[in-house]
């Protein structure tokens, strides 16, 4: 789940598309979407046959212009917690036009001039205090949060156990008796527990690398992964430590690339972005 953006297309306002089935009950809404009105007793055929004309009326499917994948919500408020730390005087045209969700739009006009303001970003976005959980074996990054804020990684509604990490280590605590601390360490590690029985769910014990203090649970950090043929594998890390790291620009790329795609479209059309 993240947010997704799109820019409509000037195909029917320029004359470039196919005839529209149905030309007295289309319409384009306020949020720039093209739509089909329906009485109370149209049937499924009249729309389908209506996004089938969408579909390939130009050149552009759904005459969509450009749509874009923005990032996921984690790695959107990962950015917007960025521009903060910078502070929102430099961008108060994101301040004021990024969404809370996904819903909104962005007028071409305030489009060109978030595309300044992300340009003073990738120029000026270095230093970015960010808190890293690390895979001590591979080198390779877990999770990510701001200083000043946790990055629970969950609540595990079979145990109760919210997992997560700040700058003081990655920690467990019971969200079923007021979010109790149960364990916390700066390098720790996580080992199977021999299972007594089949009816009982796996055990993991998290050991502190630095004071032997131990927890067991049946909540694992666990991982996803790309394997053969695409399919997912999980994974379970053994050994993680916390880092404290500054980032700069390029770190944010993968939503800068995407927000930038989506404002230039806006800018070239005149349309505006749709955020959905």
Not at 255 to 270: H, K, N, Y
């Amino acid at each position: 789940m993240g947010l997704d953006a799109s820019v409509m297309c000037n195909c029917y306002r320029d004359g470039k598309t196919t005839v529209c089935p149905f030309p007295d009950d289309f319409y384009i809404d306020e949020e720039g979407f093209p739509v089909l009105r329906l009485g109370d007793f149209d049937d499924e055929e009249k729309s389908d046959q209506f996004d089938t004309w969408l579909a390939t009326c130009c050149e552009h499917p759904d005459m969509d212009y450009r749509s874009v994948f923005v990032a996921n919500w984690r790695g959107y408020r990962s950015f917007l917690d960025a521009l903060e730390q910078l502070g929102w005087d430099h961008f108060p045209i994101l301040h004021a036009e990024l969404p809370d969700g996904n819903e909104g739009v962005t007028s071409a006009t305030a489009a060109s001039a978030a595309l300044h303001e992300l340009s003073f970003f990738k120029a000026k976005g270095d230093g970015i205090p960010k808190i890293f959980l690390v895979n001590t074996e591979t080198g390779a990054i877990i999770g990510a949060s701001m200083v000043d804020q946790s990055n629970p990684f969950g609540l595990d509604p079979r145990t109760g156990l919210n997992t997560g990490f700040d700058e003081e280590g990655f920690f467990i605590r019971d969200a079923w008796e007021l979010n109790r601390e149960l364990f916390r360490a700066m390098r720790f590690e996580q080992h199977v527990v021999d299972a007594e029985g089949l009816d009982k769910p796996q055990q993991y014990e998290y050991v502190d690398l630095e004071h032997n203090r131990r927890y067991v649970c049946s909540t694992p950090i666990r991982l996803f992964e790309r394997a053969d043929l695409g399919q997912l594998k999980q994974v379970y890390p053994s050994k993680m430590h916390i880092e404290k790291r500054s980032v700069d620009a390029a770190y944010f790329a993968y939503i800068l690339q995407p927000l930038m795609a989506i404002f230039e479209a806006s800018v070239e059309t005149g349309n505006p972005v749709r955020w959905s």
